[in-house]
């Protein structure tokens, strides 16, 4: 078992949540089974999260619908999970994964403890098996066909600690704009941003929240120059897109 302190989250985009809980900080022990975590393997993911005397923390806030958002990443960014773990009671979250890729991961728990700031807490976790090296290079065309969908991200020149727009724009088959969009997790979309060496983590909600489409919405900034990943989610017509781009930002 491991443990990790939890920092305040990188949720750009929205203020800063209020109260403070007791100046402590939150400790999140990670644990898994089996261990050795294997590829194509179901696996159980565990976090007992606890305050800084090791007592459990028991009560959670859900954001967006959810009291905790998981995110697991592969090293090389060619591997995104977006995952939902069950509360089980006194501190402790759980989820059933497979890893159908071997490597190195690195999982990012997004969670609120009652009258506390969001938390966000990493751990880094390996699963064996045949491993192949994935590179990371920045999109051309900042536009993919997922499905049945074609989604655009529009978004200026990216630099270092400036506030950007970035908007999808989403439209179906025949090219027609997407208007009915359905709510995922409360909000019209999500957004993950991972830096090419996974130390920036942000997870960014639409600036209307409420919106059907065609285009959605976000502002964030970059703290560092480097390549990107970003992987936007939306809900149209009971489905889940998830549509990824990678971009580079400068100085």
């Known amino acids: 078992m491991q443990s990790s302190n939890a920092g ?94 071997a490597g190195r991961y690195k999982l990012y728990a997004d969670f609120l403890p009652e009258g506390a700031n969001q938390q966000l807490a990493s751990h880094e976790l390996v699963v064996t098996g045949q491993e192949s090296i994935d590179e990371v290079n920045a999109d051309k065309v ?33 090219g027609e704009p997407v208007t009915e969009l359905e709510p995922y997790l409360g909000s019209a979309g999500h957004v993950v941003i991972v830096s090419e060496d996974m130390n920036e983590f942000l997870h960014v909600h639409p600036a209307d929240e409420n919106t059907k489409g065609p285009k959605v919405e976000y502002m964030t900034s970059f ?8 992987w936007g989610q939306f809900k149209y017509k009971g489905k889940l897109y998830t549509v990824p781009f990678v971009i580079e930002v400068q100085e």
């Open 142 to 174: 900042l536009k993919k066909k997922v499905d049945d969908l074609e989604i655009e991200l529009i978004l200026p020149e990216a630099r270092v600690d400036e506030h950007i727009k970035l908007i999808f724009a989403l439209s179906d088959e025949s």
């Open 8 to 101: 305040h989250a990188g949720h750009h985009g929205h203020g800063q949540l209020s109260g403070e809980v007791n100046a402590a900080k939150v400790k999140v022990e990670w644990s898994s089974n089996p261990e050795p975590i294997q590829s194509n393997q179901e696996t159980d993911i565990f976090l007992d999260i606890k305050d800084a005397s090791g007592k459990p923390v028991e009560i959670f806030s859900a954001v967006h619908e959810k009291e905790m958002h998981l995110l697991a990443i592969k090293r090389g960014l060619s591997v995104f999970k977006h995952l939902h773990p069950d509360y089980l009671g006194k501190g402790r979250f759980q989820i059933k994964t497979i890893f159908q890729k």
């Open 223 to 230: 703290p560092s120059v480097g390549l990107y990943k970003i």
